[in-house]
């Protein structure tokens, strides 16, 4: 990988008008060289499972949204129509053939939406603290379920491994991982795409988002960072049609 990225460096060194595309191109080679592949396996985390970002060929397919994490409460919430949301995400993901990121649990939606990729024939990765191995059920049925050791480097892993977030409904680990992927935006470190699932539920939070901003501890318009959308399908959708985010800074400080 440092080959690839210094061989750019080197054949456009005395080419400044390329520099751009070339630093751009480089955070994509190296954001994607940070992604894990697929197997059916549980691993501990930096347990390298498959093989990587590089197609067979050597190619990049910079347009093609290949796994997406999805955030959601570990209950399913009072509301059935949340159940039937992280079903509809679970099975078109699994159709599409976007492997599914998330906590790595059995429970609530977490489990809900893993089980609806499964079923329609996708590709799971969970990843879970061994301290919530238990209460969360670590769901032995996905295809690799990375062990880490604690709730950031769940955070971080998730992030590395996605090309892009979706938001169901959740409690508050729930939206502590969204302030996340907000926070870490905001900051410019990274510019992967972030899609709330379901309008009503998550008005309040894009109120009080748009609140931090009236009252001047925004950074810019905070309605900028993420989308909205209602259905799963207009979630793929809006994922899709973002241009390819990329990582600017190194995983570990995040
Ligand atoms: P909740 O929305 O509260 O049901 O939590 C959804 C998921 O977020 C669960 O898998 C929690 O373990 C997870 N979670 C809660 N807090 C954190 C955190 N600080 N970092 C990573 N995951 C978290």
């Keep these: ?83 039937a949301l992280a079903e509809e995400l679970g099975t078109i993901l699994g159709q599409r053939g976007i492997l599914l990121v998330y906590g ?31 209460s969360e059920v670590g769901h032995d049925g996905v295809g690799t379920l990375h062990i880490v050791d604690s709730m950031s480097e769940r955070k971080a892993k998730m992030f590395a491994l996605a090309d892009g977030f979706v938001a169901l409904p959740g409690g508050t680990g729930t939206l502590d991982e969204v302030i996340d992927i907000l926070t870490w935006r905001q900051l410019k470190f990274h510019t992967k795409p972030l899609v709330l699932l379901d309008q009503a539920y998550w008005t309040p939070f894009i109120d ?8 001047g501890f925004g950074h810019g318009e905070s309605s900028e960072q993420y989308s909205v959308v209602d259905t799963a399908n207009a979630a793929l959708t809006t994922l899709e049609a973002a241009p390819p985010g990329i990582t600017k800074v190194p995983l570990d400080s995040l």
């Design 104 to 134: 790595g649990g059995r429970v609530g939606l977490m489990g809900v939406v893993a089980d609806a990729v499964l079923a329609a024939g996708g590709d799971v990765e969970g990843v879970i603290p061994e301290a919530l191995h238990a």
């Design 1 to 83: 990988m440092q080959d690839v990225v210094g061989t750019w460096r080197h054949l456009t060194r005395f080419a400044p008008r390329t520099k751009v595309l070339v630093t751009l191109f480089t955070h994509i080679l190296v954001d994607r060289a940070g992604r894990e592949g697929h197997s059916s396996s549980q691993c501990r985390a930096g347990t390298k499972s498959g093989s990587g970002a590089l197609a067979p060929e050597g190619k990049f397919d910079l347009a093609t949204m290949k796994s997406v994490c999805v955030y959601c409460g570990s209950r399913t919430g009072d509301d059935p129509a949340h159940r």
């Design 208 to 215: 009080l988002l748009a609140h931090t901003d009236a009252k």
